[in-house]
T-cell receptor, first 116, second 114 residues
Framework: NAGVMQNPRHLVRRRGQEARLRCSPM?????VYWYRQLPEEGLKFMVY????????ESGMPKERFSAEFPKEGPSILRIQQVVRGDSAAYFC??????????????FGPGTRLTVT | AQSVTQLDSHVSVSEGTPVLLRCNYS??????LFWYVQHPNKGLQLLLK??????LVKGINGFEAEFKKSETSFHLTKPSAHMSDAAEYFC????????????FGTGTRLTIIP
């Protein structure tokens, strides 16, 4: 059973470009979470999604950031018009539906975004 | 609201000696608590979790943690440190009642002295 997959692992963007980060949850997992880790800091929650629904986006910046988890395909975290402060590691996690170890999240290897 | 405080940003121990990484939490509800480990430039691996079963939780690689409600603590311990334990450790809390986002502490960097 493959773990949580994220791609790309490393992404370099110039200021003003768009960044698209992809996350494929573990098989059978219907919940996806995105976290951001700034250098020398812990992870900060950004958004929690289920298929076709955003459940909690309280950690998402109000502008330029969006996330989706379509019925088919991976979850996407999209950052428009990137700025240097967006440089960070972005981690995706997934968990099973309620009643099946729901409170354990499995993390992907992360995407390291560098904005030049 | 929930929060986690990791009391030490850096801990250094000699190989073969005990490890203690301290964590205090705050939660409005009965929390779930976790310890994750992150090796350099790698993702996060779950070491152990507490979800209201036994208060002494055993994890992987010889680590364990004890949930103490009266002290709001969830300290991570290991009897004998190994060189491969050198990493960043995060104490994490989750609100069990519907809000499943994880709240991370700021991390403790563990260094093992040969």
């Amino acid at each position: 059973n493959a773990g949580v997959m994220q791609n790309p692992r490393h992404l370099v963007r110039r200021r003003g470009q768009e960044a698209r980060l992809r996350c494929s949850p573990m098989k059978g997992h219907s919940h996806v979470y995105w976290y951001r880790q700034l250098p020398e800091e812990g992870l900060k929650f950004m958004v929690y999604l289920q298929k076709e629904n955003i459940i909690d986006e309280s950690g998402m910046p109000k502008e330029r950031f969006s996330a989706e988890f379509p019925k088919e395909g991976p979850s996407i975290l999209r950052i428009q018009q990137v700025v240097r402060g967006d440089s960070a590691a972005y981690f995706c996690a997934s968990s099973p539906p309620e009643g099946a170890g729901a409170y354990e999240q499995y993390f992907g290897p992360g995407t390291r975004l560098t904005v030049t | 609201a929930q929060s986690v405080t990791q009391l030490d940003s850096h801990v250094s121990v000699s190989e073969g000696t005990p490890v203690l990484l301290r964590c205090n939490y705050s939660s409005s509800y009965s929390p779930s608590l976790f310890w994750y480990v992150q090796h350099p430039n790698k993702g996060l691996q779950l070491l152990l979790k507490y979800t209201s079963a036994a208060t002494l939780v055993k994890g992987i690689n010889g680590f364990e943690a004890e949930f103490k409600k009266s002290e709001t603590s969830f300290h991570l311990t290991k009897p004998s440190a190994h060189m491969s334990d050198a990493a960043e450790y995060f104490c994490v809390v989750s609100d069990r009642f519907g809000n499943e986002k994880l709240t991370f502490g700021t991390g403790t960097r563990l260094t093992i002295i040969p």
